[in-house]
């Protein structure tokens, strides 16, 4: 039998992106969007830019894909705007926005649960149905897509904290964190963001 040790570390690594209280990148998808309300979600920095809720829409999209891929699914694929960012509203209420977290945890749910169903790393080196890489480059990608994702959004609480400021810098005593931020954050890396 063909050892799995490689399928444990990339779970591990998908576990620790998403909800990890001290992964090594910086604050994982789930810290980032702590505290960040419907109103939040739903705004842009400017027209040209995806939301909070749009980027969210946009990471579980990308999840879906590779569960389809993963049940052998060849023909799925994200190939328009609206199943890749969403069609959503500029104002998010509250049930839209819980329904974006929502969607967002059962996808990391169905994703691991997919994983859990293999019971060695072969299959990792195996071609993704319907694409020209393997198994083992989509999940890394999906890691790496997530931290990506997580840095614009925690890029734009902060870039929307500064615009609420009305064009001055937030303030710490404003209820503030230390880079601006009203959400609040303790990580070690949040000044890379």
């Known amino acids: 039998m063909v050892p799995n040790d490689e ?3 990339i779970i591990d690594l998908l576990n620790t992106t998403y909800e990890g209280e ?6 994982s998808v789930v810290e980032v969007l702590r505290d960040v309300t419907p109103d939040i979600a739903g705004r842009r920095i400017s027209p040209n830019t995806h939301s909070i809720a749009e980027l969210v829409f946009h990471m579980t999209s990308w999840r879906i894909f590779c569960v389809k891929k993963m049940q052998g699914d060849a023909t799925f694929d994200i190939t328009t705007p609206d199943k890749n960012f969403g069609a959503l509203p500029d104002k998010i209420d509250d049930f839209e926005w819980e329904a974006l977290e929502m969607e967002l ?12 169903k293999r019971d060695d790393d072969e299959f990792l080196e195996d071609i993704v149905p319907g694409r020209d890489y393997t198994y083992y480059d989509m999940l890394h990608g999906i890691i790496n897509h997530d931290m990506y994702h997580t840095g614009q959004i925690m890029i734009l609480r ?8 009305g064009s001055r810098y937030a303030d710490e005593d404003a209820g503030a964190d230390e880079y601006g931020s009203p959400f609040g954050s303790s990580h070690e890396h949040d000044d890379y963001y």
């Open 7 to 9: 399928l444990i570390r």
């Open 22 to 27: 001290e992964a090594w990148h910086g604050p």
């Open 105 to 116: 945890s059962l996808s990391q749910e169905e994703l691991i649960n997919e994983l859990d």
């Open 158 to 165: 902060k870039a929307l904290a500064f615009k609420n400021a």
